[in-house]
């Protein structure tokens, strides 16, 4: 008995390959989950690689959608498709057919145009994801991709002040310190440019502690919140930050914005460029 074939589906564009596969997945929801394998093929800018594309997809036996702007490679693809026939869906054809014939003007046949011009949304939403996923030293392997990396205790800001860089579009990671523990490897890899070490003063910090103690109907005597014990960490915390070069601010009173203003101004001041508009990493 033959092993069932997996329904595969190629997305293939000349440029970032979001709008071919929003459309797709917006479609797919209608029919029971049938475990489809989407194959993504982005930045397809010559004809061979799409002679090449349609020659896999072929032996796969995918159904093929695309979005292809290109004039030379709507035809390449369409002229491949039927020889090797393989069945293939324009997605952006007729919609442009449909404009022009209103417009009366040509389109400018432009690849990624769109993604170009909501390019600051897909940033944040890019940089908000990464900083869920490397809150609190989560991930810490993937700490090289990050824009920066706060570091200190607990209850020092340190994932308020992520998440409010991540809504400006800049890839933040956070990693706690310990008092009786080196930091992590992967931290220490880290250009100490990038790292900015956040602290308070003990008194500030011990009133947040016991209000986060208090919020879980957790005794507010306990470890956590003694002084002497506050001030332990406090002292070791900067004694690292000292050991390694990260600079450090202080967050005692100030609000998450204004952390925020001078983490940016701390790169700035290096500088060290932040967010995609800084080059640290390319489009998708």
Same mark, same amino acid.
């Given at each position: 008995?033959?092993?069932?074939?997996?329904?595969?589906v190629?997305?293939?564009?000349d440029?970032?390959c979001?709008?071919?596969?929003q459309?797709?997945?917006a479609?797919?929801?209608?029919f029971? !989950?049938s475990?489809?394998?989407?194959v993504?093929k982005?930045?397809?800018?010559?004809?061979?690689?799409?002679?090449?594309?349609?020659?896999?997809a072929?032996?796969?036996?995918?159904?093929v959608?695309? #979005? =292809?702007?290109?004039?030379?490679?709507?035809?390449?693809?369409?002229?491949?498709?039927?020889?090797h026939?393989?069945?293939?869906?324009?997605?952006?054809?007729?919609?442009?057919?449909a404009?022009y014939?209103?417009?009366?003007s040509? !389109?400018?046949a432009?690849p990624g145009?769109?993604?170009?011009s909501?390019k600051?949304? $897909?940033?944040?939403?890019d940089?908000?994801?990464y900083? =869920?996923?490397?809150?609190d030293?989560?991930?810490?392997?993937?700490?090289k991709?990050a824009?920066?990396v706060l570091?200190?205790v607990?209850?020092c800001?340190?994932?308020?002040?992520?998440?409010y860089?991540? $809504?400006l579009?800049?890839?933040?990671?956070?990693? !706690?310190?310990f008092?009786?523990?080196?930091?992590?490897?992967e931290l220490?890899?880290?250009?100490?440019r990038?790292?900015?070490?956040? #602290?308070?003063?003990p008194?500030? =910090?011990?009133?947040?502690r016991?209000?986060?103690?208090r919020?879980w109907?957790?005794?507010?005597?306990?470890?956590? #919140?003694h002084?002497?014990?506050?001030s332990?960490? =406090?002292r070791?915390?900067?004694?690292?930050?000292?050991?390694y070069?990260?600079?450090?601010?202080?967050?005692s009173?100030?609000?998450?914005e204004?952390?925020?203003r001078?983490?940016l101004?701390?790169?700035?001041?290096?500088?060290?460029?932040?967010?995609?508009?800084?080059?640290?990493?390319?489009?998708t």
């Amino acid at each position: 008995m033959s092993r069932q074939r997996t329904p595969t589906v190629y997305l293939v564009s000349d440029g970032t390959c979001r709008t071919c596969l929003q459309v797709v997945r917006a479609a797919l929801v209608q029919f029971e !989950p049938s475990g489809v394998r989407l194959v993504q093929k982005g930045n397809v800018d010559t004809v061979e690689t799409v002679c090449r594309l349609i020659q896999s997809a072929a032996k796969s036996r995918a159904l093929v959608f695309y #979005t =292809l702007v290109s004039k030379e490679l709507r035809a390449a693809i369409q002229e491949a498709a039927r020889h090797h026939m393989v069945p293939v869906v324009d997605l952006l054809g007729p919609v442009l057919v449909a404009l022009y014939d209103l417009l009366k003007s040509a !389109p400018l046949a432009k690849p990624g145009i769109l993604y170009e011009s909501d390019k600051a949304h $897909y940033d944040r939403i890019d940089a908000v994801e990464y900083t =869920l996923a490397h809150d609190d030293g989560c991930r810490l392997s993937e700490l090289k991709d990050a824009d920066v990396v706060l570091v200190g205790v607990s209850r020092c800001s340190k994932s308020t002040t992520c998440f409010y860089l991540g $809504y400006l579009g800049i890839r933040a990671a956070n990693v !706690p310190l310990f008092a009786d523990a080196e930091p992590p490897l992967e931290l220490l890899k880290i250009d100490p440019r990038r790292v900015i070490g956040l #602290t308070a003063n003990p008194y500030r =910090l011990r009133s947040v502690r016991q209000a986060r103690m208090r919020s879980w109907g957790a005794n507010v005597d306990e470890r956590y #919140t003694h002084p002497a014990q506050i001030s332990h960490e =406090l002292r070791a915390a900067r004694a690292q930050m000292t050991k390694y070069g990260w600079r450090c601010i202080d967050v005692s009173y100030k609000a998450i914005e204004e952390i925020a203003r001078e983490v940016l101004q701390l790169l700035r001041d290096s500088g060290l460029s932040v967010g995609a508009a800084g080059g640290r990493r390319p489009e998708t």
